[in-house]
């Protein structure tokens, strides 16, 4: 499943992997997805659809929440990494940004986006230019960087979460749902950043996201899942003009914008289901 802009190896695979918790829940039905370099994908579906887990699967944090990997194999590089610990996982350049903004409260802003340079080994210099690329991305952040997270807006906080992780210098960013709680001239403004470090500093992103239309629109290629499974993917301007998409994502069919009672009523017409 790769898009036009996919190589035939593709940076990231995820090959048809069963997720398990607690060594009886399913939580993952045989995924299968792939991230090109350079690329952003974008990972949609509603609440408890398996978009997190899909994340933690290959960031390698489930175990921490009891819960493994039972078949199908990740790939990065071309290489296995279901063994390695999330620290060996960062050293690769591959970073999870979690759901819910988690910043260290009681530290401030720059203290905050400092530790996601504690891996580093290329010197102070290379430390304290990143940081002013961060600065330059969230202009925000260079005037609260003397602030304690724990006061700074959700907006903010997102944006230490993300700034954070690109001072580790990473490759892969996995973003977990970056527009939850945020408002809708927020959301377009981390989008916008997005795509801007994903063009200005080649990072890919694998994008998990509910809020589907914005998250087609920045992104290359999206997979959809329902119920652990993926039920959907393409490109993602092709995703954007699907029927399907359009009335049960995007609240719009052919009649129109349709409200959020109307799409439930009309779920037993989905097509990938029948």
């Not at 996982?89 to 401030?108: D, I, P, S």
């Not at 720059?110 to 940081?131: C, F």
């Not at 981390?190 to 998250?215: D, H, K, P």
Request: proline share 3%; hydrophobic share 35%; net charge negative.
């Amino acid at each position: 499943m790769l898009d036009a802009t996919q190589t035939e190896t593709p940076l990231l695979d995820v090959n048809n992997i069963e997720v398990i918790y607690n060594h009886v829940i399913l939580v993952l039905k045989g995924v299968s997805l792939s991230l090109s370099k350079g690329g952003i994908t974008a990972l949609l579906g509603g609440n408890g659809a398996g978009k997190t887990t899909t994340l933690k699967a290959i960031s390698n944090l489930l175990h921490s929440e009891r819960g493994e990997v039972t078949k199908g194999s990740i790939l990065y590089h071309g290489d296995r990494i279901e063994e390695l610990n999330p620290a060996e996982m960062v050293r690769r350049g591959v970073v999870q940004v979690m759901e819910g903004r988690h910043c260290f409260e009681h530290l401030t802003v720059e203290e905050n986006l400092m530790t996601g340079a504690y891996t580093r080994r290329d010197g102070s210099a290379a430390i304290a230019a990143d940081l002013e690329m961060v600065y330059n991305y969230f202009p925000r952040l260079k005037e609260r960087r003397k602030s304690q997270a724990g006061y700074t807006s959700g907006g903010e906080q997102q944006m230490v979460a993300i700034g954070r992780a690109l001072m580790s210098r990473p490759e892969t960013i996995l973003l977990d749902e970056p527009s939850m709680g945020l408002a809708p001239q927020l959301v377009e403004q981390i989008f916008e950043i997005v795509r801007m470090v994903n063009e200005q500093e080649g990072v890919s992103f694998l994008l998990a996201e509910q809020n589907t239309n914005a998250a087609l629109r920045y992104a290359n290629y999206g997979y959809i899942l329902e119920s652990g499974r993926v039920v959907m993917d393409g490109p993602a301007d092709e995703l954007r003009e699907n029927p399907d998409v359009k009335e049960f994502y995007l609240g719009v069919s052919e009649e129109g914008r349709k409200s959020f009672r109307d799409v439930r009523s009309y779920r037993r017409r989905k097509r990938w289901l029948s």
